[in-house]
């Protein structure tokens, strides 16, 4: 069965703090894919980011990057120099490849930046 | 502007009726989803549709009905038999089936009491 687990509830920084969220993700299928969205206080969850299973380097965009490790089943998503407009609500989200698009979330962490 | 629109953005019924949420998109896509998500939660599937006239059951349909009558537009009607209605429910869309990026609407939060 699919599962995504965020064991990070929440988490409080400083802003210029880093930060890494982490993500670990249970599939048996060997094509999947897998997201980062985050969800201001609005509401809208906004796209970061899609990897397939098949490409494993890791991305960089900006203050953020993604560590994708199938060794570990891990999607781990870094901000460095984090700022206030980065607190939101982070979700790590898996869809594989025989289900259609219908994407399996985790529970979420919430991540307040002070200044 | 493209995008998805959900309305109206807090809803009120009182238990035991039937309410209808509208999720409208303008992206020309064939896919659409709609999610519930509760406080502390991720999102959970509740519908989706991957053309016009044809929709199938996520994860928590039950109490839950949705029609697809026109490309454009996804409603969903949170029927007397949900047994917890309250909450905060956002709609999807995507290319189409096999394009897994999905874009959110901004979400309606539901309080029945």
């Known amino acids: 069965a699919q599962k995504v687990t965020q064991a990070q509830t929440e988490i409080s920084v400083v802003e210029k703090e880093d930060v890494t969220l982490d993500c670990v993700y249970e599939?048996?299928?060997?094509?999947?894919?897998l997201f980062w969205y985050k969800q201001p206080p609005s509401g809208e969850l906004v796209f970061l980011i899609r990897?397939?299973?098949?490409?494993?380097q890791n991305e960089i965009s900006g203050r953020y990057s993604w560590n994708f490790q199938k060794s570990t089943s891990s999607f781990n998503f870094t901000i460095t120099a984090s700022q206030v407009v980065d607190s939101a609500v982070y979700f790590c989200a898996l869809s594989e490849a025989g289900a259609g698009t219908a994407l399996i979330f985790g529970k979420g962490t919430t991540l307040s930046v002070s200044s | 502007d493209g995008g998805i629109t959900q309305s109206p953005k807090y809803l009120f019924r009182k238990e035991g009726q039937n309410v209808t949420l509208s999720c409208e998109q303008n992206l020309n896509h064939d896919a659409m989803y709609w999610y519930r998500q509760d406080p502390g939660q991720g999102l959970r599937l509740i519908y989706y549709s991957q053309i016009v006239n044809d929709f199938q059951k996520g994860d928590i349909a039950e109490g839950y009905s949705v029609s697809r009558e026109k490309k454009e537009s996804f409603p969903l009607t949170v029927t007397s038999a949900q047994k917890n209605p309250t909450a905060f429910y956002l709609c999807?869309?995507?290319?189409?089936?096999?394009?897994?990026?999905?874009?959110f609407g901004p979400g309606t939060r539901l309080t029945v009491t």
């Open positions: 990897r397939n299973s098949f490409d494993e």
């Open positions: 999807a869309s995507s290319i189409d089936r096999f394009s897994y990026e999905q874009y």
């Open positions: 599939t048996r299928d060997t094509t999947y894919y």
